[in-house]
């Protein structure tokens, strides 16, 4: 048990320690549901090095119904990118969100300003590794708002597709 134990923390350990490859450049679009980020977002990497990159996601939500909604934000992500296997890699960290937002309920309006801190945590597939440059990637973004529509703890699942240059 205590052999299995030590073999579990050091694959993990190196598991961790071995970096990515990351994309100089990267742009598409990311896709989602949620309170946060959620419905489309037009998307571009930055990479920094081999395990670092900065994600900057344009995105808009909403509806025209009785109670619409409109909702544009910019989210701004810090990215740690570690590989685990081939193309697979896993990423996470702190980001923010601004955007703005215009609300209809029963006949009354309500618009202003959001402001959210958070950050992501997601699995990507890095298709340079078959020679096709393309990224796929499923993510999570959990965020807390301190200003506007959405005000507490919320969080946003998407898929996104980048092309990689």
Do not use: C
């Amino acid at each position: 048990m205590k052999k299995q134990l030590l073999s579990l923390i050091i694959g993990l350990t190196l598991s961790i320690s071995v970096g990515a490859q990351v994309n100089p450049h990267a742009l598409g679009l990311r896709g989602g549901y949620g309170n946060f980020g959620s419905g489309g977002e037009l998307t571009y990497q930055h990479g920094f090095g081999s395990l670092n990159r900065l994600e900057l996601d344009l995105g808009w939500r909403g509806n025209n119904g009785n109670n619409g909604y409109h909702h544009t934000a910019l989210s701004v992500i810090y990215h740690w990118v570690w590989n685990l296997d081939g193309g697979l890699n896993w990423y996470i960290g702190p980001g923010g969100q601004v955007g703005f937002y215009n609300y209809k309920y029963n006949d009354k309006y309500d618009d202003g300003i959001t402001v959210n801190l958070g950050g992501q945590i997601g699995l990507e597939y890095d298709f340079n590794e078959l020679g096709v440059p393309i990224l796929l990637s499923i993510d999570s973004r959990p965020m807390w708002g301190f200003l506007g529509g959405n005000r507490g703890l919320g969080f946003g699942l998407a898929f996104a597709a980048r092309y990689t240059f």
